[in-house]
């Protein structure tokens, strides 16, 4: 599956954006997707993940409350909304895709990749 993030910009701290990753499969609906970001210097890092049902949704700490994962797959679709941006979340954001049950946070597990769109967050 090809995915094409976008939706990334300049926000000042206590912003929102919305981003998107589109699919090119109708099997997107079967995948685990997740949003991952990685800032200059730095390793990828685990942001949210959802699995095909929508039941399992895992964060990680640092945006849990301000970020929300969801997917629309009749639209082939993924979407992250961040709210309440701090200067720390300044990073390029990938959405990745992977089959199986379980939904790993380490980006290894994920096997389809985005090109990523750069969030810049000023304080």
């Known amino acids: 599956v090809q995915l094409q993030a976008s939706g990334g910009g300049l926000v000042q701290a206590g912003g929102s954006l919305r981003l998107s990753c589109s699919a090119s499969e109708r099997t997107f609906s079967t995948y685990i997707v997740g949003w991952f970001r990685q800032a200059p210097g730095k390793e990828r890092e685990f942001v949210a993940a959802?699995?095909?049902?929508?039941?399992?949704?895992y964060y990680a700490n640092s945006v849990k409350g301000r970020f929300t994962i969801s997917r629309e797959n009749a639209k082939n679709t993924l979407y992250l909304q961040m709210n309440d941006l701090k200067p720390d979340d300044t990073a390029t954001y990938l959405c990745a895709a992977r089959q199986g049950a379980v939904v790993y946070k380490d980006p290894a597990n994920y096997y389809y990749w985005g090109q990523g769109t750069q969030v810049t967050v000023s304080s």
């Open positions: 959802i699995d095909s049902s929508e039941r399992r949704i």
